[in-house]
Each structure stands twice: as C-alpha cells, then as structure tokens.
T-cell receptor
Framework: AQSVTQLDSHVSVSEGTPVLLRCNYSSSYSPSLFWYVQHPNKGLQLLLKYTSAATLVKGINGFEAEFKKSETSFHLTKPSAHMSDAAEYFCVVSDRYGGATNKLIFGTGTLLAVQP | KAGVTQTPRYLIKTRGQQVTLSCSPISGHRSVSWYQQTPGQGLQFLFEYFSETQRNKGNFPGRFSGRQFSNSRSEMNVSTLELGDSALYLC?????????????FGEGSRLTVL
C-alpha cells in the first residue's frame, strides 16, 4: 500500500532563513508525489508534484522538493522563509491501485510557523 | 475563472439528522472528489466522480453518498449523522480525464454535529 510519513508535526523558522519539511514515502513502485499547502481557513493548494520526469521539482512561491529513491524521501525546501509561508503543509502520494483516479493519500501535515 | 465553490460554508446539525453539501467545480472540470478533514484522522478520501459516474470510493460507511450532475456539479449526503462526522468536508475538481493528482480545492463546508 502507498503511504507517506511527515517527520515533523511542527516546524518553526525565522523569516529569511531556510525551510525544510521532511517527508518519507512508501510505495511498491515509482510513486506520484505531491506537496499541498493549506492556509488557515482555506482550501488546499498544489505546491508541486513529482511524476518521475525529474528528481528535483520546482513549485510555486520558491518551493522545491527532491525525490530521493535511495532514501524514499521527498523533502520540501525553500531558501528563505517569508511570513506568508506560515501554513500547514501536506505531503501526498497518489493511490494508483485503483487505476486512473485522483485518490490521494495525505500525510498528517506539518504546521510551519514563521517568526519575524 | 471562478474557483471551486462549496455551499454551505458552515452548518450545524444534530445527531440522527442528514445533511447535503454542494460543490460547483471550476468551469470545464469534469472530475470532482470529496475529502473529509478531521483533527484526529486527517484528510481522508471519500469518493470521486467523473462524468456522473463514481469511479473510486474511500473506506467510509454507506451513510456517506454522493452524486454528480450533467453540469459536473456534485453533492454529497451524510445520513443519520453521528458526532464523529463533525469535520471539514473539502471538494476538489480536476480538469483531466485521466489521473493527474492535480486537484483544485474549495474552501470546504464545516459541519458540526451536536
């Protein structure tokens, strides 16, 4: 079965410092992985996705993630945090056993706080 | 282009009642998915509809049902409400006919069951 594990439930950084949100995945074959962000009282927004085309994936708002098969990881990074980055971030894997669907399996989320 | 619209945004029900939530996808999107978000269980997939057909279903009891209309709008219904059904229900639409995983989410309908 597919699954993702987010290693930190809370991360706090200072504005202007790097962000690292960690995610490990489990999959029987090459997975499709995503990062989604949820700002307070808002729906989720896709940050980036990995679908085997390139291991370093660039997303919106300066975020990027690197797929490392040897470590089964898909960590999210950003060189310099901004106050507006404060939100909850979800690592997501697609459930492909069901064929062509959009069934997503979400991690438990990492709440990112950005201190001024 | 308008985003995914969910109504109502907030509602309060009592145990045993039933509730219907509505979702209007982004214009042109034919796939609509529903997710439940709770503090304890996180985000869980309920079901997905494409062209009025349910093409995948999560592990929820039969009290949870949904449908999609010819204009791609979707509704989900929860019957015989339980306290544990209190949650944020998120609808998402996707433009692709096949699988992409790229979903556009609405802001959700927050259901409180008393």
């Amino acid at each position: 079965a597919q699954s993702v594990t987010q290693l930190d439930s809370h991360v706090s950084v200072s504005e202007g410092t790097p962000v690292l949100l960690r995610c490990n995945y489990s999959s029987s074959y090459s997975p499709s992985l995503f990062w989604y962000v949820q700002h307070p009282n808002k729906g989720l927004q896709l940050l980036l996705k990995y679908t085997s085309a390139a291991t370093l994936v660039k997303g919106i708002n300066g975020f990027e993630a690197e797929f490392k098969k040897s470590e089964t990881s898909f960590h999210l990074t950003k060189p310099s945090a901004h106050m507006s980055d404060a939100a909850e971030y979800f690592c997501v894997v697609s459930d492909r056993y069901g064929g062509a669907t959009n069934k997503l399996i979400f991690g438990t989320g990492t709440l990112l706080a950005v201190q001024p | 282009k308008a985003g995914v619209t969910q109504t109502p945004r907030y509602l309060i029900k009592t145990r045993g009642q039933q509730v219907t939530l509505s979702c209007s996808p982004i214009s042109g999107h034919r796939s609509v998915s529903w997710y439940q978000q709770t503090p304890g269980q996180g985000l869980q997939f309920l079901f997905e509809y494409f062209s009025e057909t349910q093409r995948n279903k999560g592990n929820f009891p039969g009290r949870f049902s949904g449908r999609q209309f010819s204009n791609s709008r979707s509704e989900m219904n929860v019957s015989t409400l339980e306290l544990g059904d209190s949650a944020l229900y998120l609808c998402a639409s996707s433009p692709a006919t096949g699988y992409t995983g790229e979903l556009f989410f609405g802001e959700g309908s927050r259901l409180t069951v008393l």
